[in-house]
């Protein structure tokens, strides 16, 4: 069985589990009503987000979260600004995970000498704070849409290998690879073939928790000014441009806070349910 | 260093000077050797003490940080002591009173604090307070007048602590639920321990270990947190340091900041598993 042949076989089957989990169901639901916002941006944004109106009126019905400081109408904002916000978690967390999970296979398959140097490379990543990591890459890259990607990614590069090490390192013991291995199949086979299929539940789960702080960062990097740059809008962005009228249109601070909540709400219950899904033992615990 | 370097950023904003000009201002601050010998010298200094002087202001480095830092350990010692506190409080009475209302009605709340992001949650509540007229914006150091500068720190404190607050709750929850099945708690109860002192003395300084692992590794996140509370509650710490140096593309005082940080970062980590042996003198070094 491929890998891609197993996570087709483990999505049905998840899918089907997810179905009976009230907690990861919630999240699911949460999170495919968010994506098809951005996706139908087109069609249920009431205005263009860069089109300019009457400035910084209060929420009516006219403009149902009210217009920001050049009369730009902010729920049209709030529905592009989720593609930004969101791509940047997508990319990020793409980047962790291609760099990340080969780490984790590789150190964790062969062990030795090339795992403690790999380790320590993630330990040397993983002691600076995430944040200020992602900072600091922004700082030397410049501010930037992918370069908030880029930065995110790297930050979160030791989540991923450290996640895959440890399953590999035990799933690699076992008898069915032992097996493999007796009737001569090559390493890269046995890998992908054995190793990363049956050690790939907490790389899911671990997908949708760092898409969830990829999110959460990309607003903070924004909120500083450092990642997605105007007239773009991205929930961290406008949160930044609010900022200045915090007293004077509090309702320009408020709206974006509240979609970044909501969207990393269903990462993280959606997160928390597939654990459950795929680690019953954990499953009276949290 | 693809954005420009501190030369042409201070050319923009002040007078402007001949290319000559330019060229003896990059050889003043090093800008015009290569990296790699930028690096090096900054390392051979750093190792003699020596962290540089910022590009920006003409200060030295260690001094400004040194300035800053005490700001920055005060805002996130209290949100880590508002953290342990909060968390440990919610996850007992989450682990005694199991399934019953007030379990679900935290565990909701420890999801909910872990989805919303610091600095939002910064901006509401000053908003909140300053209609409510108990806020004023503006820092005061503590030695000059404790209680105005609690008046700022608390509430930043515990924005910054809230997604701490929610992971410790829920990890306290979760070992002390499995601490409270094991053998000797049972034991402990026929033997005709009151229910206090089983759960002070025997069930939570065993729950404890997985909370002060979880704890220690992620006192980092608030070091993290702390630039973007400091900037939201304009607090003159080592995160709004970094921050202007971020702007200023000053790399001396960017550079300082990352390895004090990541210094003080591995030396609480090496502490955490010192508390270990306390904990469970079962771990030997």
Request: with cysteine; glycine share 8%; net charge positive.
């Amino acid at each position: 069985m491929t890998v891609l042949g197993f996570l087709r076989d483990r999505a049905s089957q998840s899918i089907r589990l997810i179905g009976h989990n009230k907690v990861a169901l919630t999240g699911t639901i949460i999170i495919v009503g968010i994506l098809l916002m951005i996706l139908l941006a087109d069609v249920i944004a009431p205005y263009d987000p860069e089109k300019q109106f009457t400035r910084l009126v209060p929420p009516c019905s006219e403009y149902l979260l009210g217009t920001d400081r050049l009369g730009r109408d902010v729920t049209s904002r709030l529905i592009y600004g989720g593609r930004a916000s969101l791509m940047v978690a997508v990319v990020s967390v793409t980047i962790a995970m291609a760099v990340g999970v080969p780490i984790g296979l590789i150190s964790g398959y062969f062990g030795k000498t090339l795992d403690n140097v790999l380790m320590r490379i993630m330990d040397v990543i993983f002691s600076l704070p995430a944040l200020l990591l992602a900072i600091t890459i922004v700082a030397i890259l410049g501010p930037g849409l992918l370069n908030a990607a880029v930065a995110v990614g790297v930050s979160y590069v030791p989540r991923f290998a450290r996640i895959t090490r440890g399953p590999v390192m035990s799933v690699k013991e076992r008898p069915y690879v032992e097996a493999a291995r007796a009737i001569g199949a090559s390493s890269r086979r046995i890998v992908f073939k054995y190793v990363l299929p049956n050690a790939s539940s907490p790389i899911i789960i671990q997908t949708t928790l760092a898409l969830s702080s990829a999110i959460l960062a990309e607003a903070a990097i924004s909120y500083l000014g450092l990642g997605v740059q105007p007239p773009t809008p991205s929930w961290g962005s406008m949160l930044n441009e609010a900022k200045l009228y915090l007293f004077i249109a509090p309702w320009l601070s408020i709206s974006p806070g509240i979609a970044i909540v909501f969207t990393v709400l269903g990462l993280n219950l959606l997160g928390d349910g597939l654990r459950d899904v795929f680690d019953p033992r954990l499953r009276r615990r949290l | 260093m693809i954005p420009g370097d501190v030369v042409t950023l201070l050319l923009e904003t002040s007078l402007a000077l001949t290319p000559d000009q330019l060229l003896e201002l990059k050889a003043m601050y090093g800008l015009d050797r290569p990296v790699f010998s930028q690096f090096v010298g900054w390392w051979a200094s750093v190792l003699q003490g020596n962290l540089g002087v910022s590009f920006r202001t003409g200060l030295p480095v260690l001094g400004q940080i040194l300035y800053t830092l005490p700001v920055t350990l005060e805002l996130t010692l209290l949100a880590f002591i508002f953290s342990i506190a909060a968390g440990l409080a919610a996850g007992t009475v989450c682990a005694i009173k199991q399934n019953s209302k007030l379990d679900i009605g935290i565990r909701v709340f420890n999801v909910l604090g872990l989805s919303i992001p610091a600095f939002w949650l910064g901006i509401i509540l000053i908003l909140c307070l300053v209609y409510a007229g108990i806020y004023k914006v503006g820092y005061v150091s503590i030695t000059a007048d404790p209680i105005k500068n609690l008046m700022v720190m608390t509430p930043a404190a515990i924005v910054l602590g809230i997604d701490l607050t929610s992971l410790i709750s829920r990890m306290n929850r979760a070992s002390l639920l499995d601490v409270l099945r094991q053998d000797y708690i049972r034991t402990a109860r026929a033997k005709g321990l009151p229910e206090r002192l089983v759960l002070l003395k025997h069930a939570l300084k065993n729950s404890l270990i997985p909370v002060v692992t979880l704890a220690g590794n992620e006192f980092g996140r608030l070091l993290g947190g702390a630039i973007i509370v400091e900037e939201v509650f304009s607090i003159p710490g080592v995160g709004r340091l970094l921050l202007r140096a971020t702007y200023d593309r000053d790399y001396p005082l960017i550079q300082g900041i990352i390895l004090v940080t990541a210094v003080s970062f591995v030396l609480l980590n090496l502490l955490v598993d010192l508390l270990y042996t306390y904990l469970d003198p079962r771990i030997r070094y």
